[in-house]
């Protein structure tokens, strides 16, 4: 008898990933503004690449994007199902600390972005630290800003404690207003030239901040190569370990920028064969797909959120009955892909059961056993058997051909998957 786990509820992940989001400030403004005073300290005379902004385009990127604004794009995302992860810079572009607010604006619009950011946008995305400013390095001492940036020195950070210490920073204060993080993500390349010392020092922050042995950080977005979910200084016997959530489309919204305007298309073509997701979907592998908060906002315009909306309407097209594809958090995604790969499975045929022993708990494991079984249990419990993979959820199971499919939440410890 085989047995293989296969993805969560014998669908593809799909998740949204949003970065550069943070309350109140529109970070684009302020990156390319400091980039390039920074610049002319640093470089006299030396034009600002392309990647550094277009400062003549400054007087069109407003200093805010509003919490209505917020409201109506979460509210959408909720709607529609849409899951992913969030961004929240904690202290953005040095700007205001999110545990202390934006002293320069409205106070109201910095309590209506907490209760955003709690209310809706948490039940469906993780929200995560994407460092500390997103724009220079802070020293921790005084909560000054360094000449050195998070994503241009740091992409080559100090490996000692300093970097811990950097992230704790982040994650405390994230904290601080009642938002425990499931992982970090990356501004721009911070970190990419020590990815081992960065993930050591990921998961070091959170076991210490959160007590949380299982995050989760978001570096690599890849469109030459078929995604996966690379699991890091796994520890089975302690059950620790970190994921690289690695993305495979974007940024074709609104940009980073906010006036790089996108297309639906290049994510995935009217015809639902085009564009760089079908490939993907039809090797069944992890969807992640990213846009930038100031992209989706586009100066007002809102034509990000459009691309969005194409695109979401296109995936829909792509499975109209809900039986291809599952949208999840990052979080889920990371935890499911460690049950996936450091679970281990003993077969008992001649006690018609299997063990499966895990300590890395997750929701809808999903395992094919390739025979037809019938009086699936789970710890003596009896599943519900089902007809359809459009009724197909946890606790069910369901023969198709020559196989069985059972899906369960795996819990931390030993499981008994019995038949008759
Ligand atoms: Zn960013």
Redesign the pocket.
């Known amino acids: 008898m085989e047995i293989s786990v296969c993805n969560p509820l014998f669908r593809t992940p799909l998740s949204l990933i949003v ?2 989001s943070c309350p109140v400030i529109n ?1 684009t403004h302020y990156w390319i503004h400091q980039r390039h005073k920074w610049k002319a300290r640093h470089q006299p005379g030396v034009k600002p690449d392309r990647w550094e902004g277009n400062a003549t385009k400054l007087k069109e990127i407003p200093q805010t994007i509003p919490a209505d604004f917020a409201w109506e794009w979460a509210e959408w995302c909720w709607e529609n199902g849409v899951k992913g992860k969030f ?1 929240l ?1 904690p202290f953005p572009a040095g700007v205001g600390r999110i545990d202390e607010g934006f002293p320069d604006f409205p106070n109201d619009e910095y309590q209506s972005w907490l209760r955003i950011y709690r209310e809706i946008i948490w039940p469906n995305f993780d929200l995560t630290p ?1 460092m500390l400013t ?1 724009t220079a390095v802070m020293n921790l001492d005084s909560l000054t800003p360094t000449e050195e940036w998070e ?1 241009v020195e740091w992409v080559n950070p100090p490996i000692d404690n300093r970097l811990t210490d950097y992230i704790i920073t982040s994650m405390e204060m994230l904290n601080n207003v009642g938002i425990p993080c499931e992982g970090v ?4 390349a911070f970190g990419k030239q020590q990815e081992d010392a960065y993930s050591k020092a990921v998961l070091t922050a959170s076991k210490e901040v959160n007590n949380n042995s299982c995050p989760f950080y978001f570096l690599w977005l890849k469109h030459d190569e078929l995604p996966d979910i690379p699991l890091y200084h796994v520890d089975k016997e302690h059950g620790t370990a970190i994921a690289s959530i690695v993305a495979c489309a974007g940024d074709w919204f609104g940009g ?1 920028t906010g006036y790089d305007l996108g297309n639906a298309d290049q994510f995935i073509t009217d015809d639902l064969t085009g564009g760089r997701l079908p490939p993907i979907l039809d090797k069944e592998l992890p969807c992640v797909i990213v846009g ?1 908060w100031p992209g989706f906002y586009f100066n007002g315009e809102k034509s990000g959120f459009d691309v969005l909306k194409t695109v979401k309407e296109r995936l829909d097209n792509y499975d109209p009955d809900g039986t291809k594809t599952i949208w999840m958090k990052t979080s889920e995604i990371a935890h499911y892909w460690m049950s996936r790969e450091l679970s281990e499975i003993t077969i008992n045929n001649e006690q018609s059961n299997m063990i499966i022993s895990t300590k890395f708990p997750t929701t809808n494991y999903t395992v094919v056993i390739d025979s037809q079984l019938n009086g699936l249990k789970i710890n003596g419990v009896e599943l519900r058997k089902v007809n359809t993979l459009r009724d197909f959820q946890r606790d069910t199971y369901l023969i198709k051909e020559k196989e069985t499919i059972i899906a369960f939440d795996l819990e931390f410890g030993e499981t008994t998957l019995g038949w008759n």
Do not use: A, C, R, V
Not at 185 to 188: A, E, I, L, M, Y
């Open positions: 970065d550069d970070l961004s810079i994407e997103h994503q993500t990356s501004p721009g980073w930038h």
